[in-house]
């Protein structure tokens, strides 16, 4: 459990220095006392949570701080203390170009090239994928990938059919998108 509680916090502070270094808005941070054990309790000590959060803190990161599940007042306390005197993170001006994001950013600038929209994924296009309409979705997603694949920057997916619970199909479909990360990391429209 020790080494996926590593695991998990470096996570967070990579996820949390990409934000901080995207977002041209506040950035706040309020973790869990760990990953719950096999009983649902948390076991992240005050001390181990004040910690991981007063290191993003001096690091720049954040602008505000607290604490979620598992967290007592006793966290709080520790929390308070680790980022006393610490100055929150410094807003960043923002980008007068459109910025899309899925797993990597999208700028367009004026010296961009076109930028491609996959379209395919669309059950209302005459030549899109026709397997939504069946609930294939991992036909669509194939074709997904193929539009990434030749250059789309950017995926259209269009789920508005009167034959699915539209819905329900987007939700899966989105989700097994972010399983795919050749095709997460571009920007999704719906």
């Not at 996570?11 to 649902?40: H, I, K, M, T």
């Not at 000590?45 to 701080?65: K, S």
């Not at 899966?172 to 399983?179: D, E, I, K, Q, S």
Request: with cysteine; aromatic share 6%.
């Amino acid at each position: 459990m020790a080494s996926t509680a590593r695991w998990e916090r470096a996570r967070c502070g990579r996820n949390l220095q990409e934000l901080a270094l995207l977002a041209d808005c506040y950035v706040s941070c309020y973790p869990n006392a760990g990953l719950p054990n096999a009983f649902g309790e948390y076991d992240e000590t005050p001390e181990e949570t004040a910690a991981l959060i007063g290191e993003m803190a001096r690091a720049g990161l954040l602008n505000f701080v607290g604490g979620c599940c598992g967290t007592t007042p006793e966290h709080i306390r520790a929390v308070s203390k680790a980022v006393e005197g610490v100055a929150p993170r410094e807003l960043r001006p923002s980008s007068p170009f459109s910025q899309f994001s899925g797993l990597e950013p999208l700028t367009i600038r004026p010296d961009s090239n076109f930028i491609l929209i996959g379209e395919r994924t669309n059950v209302t296009a005459p030549s899109g994928c026709g397997a939504h309409q069946d609930r294939r979705l991992h036909h669509a997603l194939q074709v997904a990938l193929d539009q990434v694949r030749g250059g789309a920057n950017i995926l259209d997916v269009n789920m508005d059919d009167a034959m699915l619970d539209s819905e329900q199909a987007m939700t899966t479909f989105l989700n097994m998108v972010a399983t795919e990360p050749e095709i997460a990391r571009l920007p999704i429209h719906d």
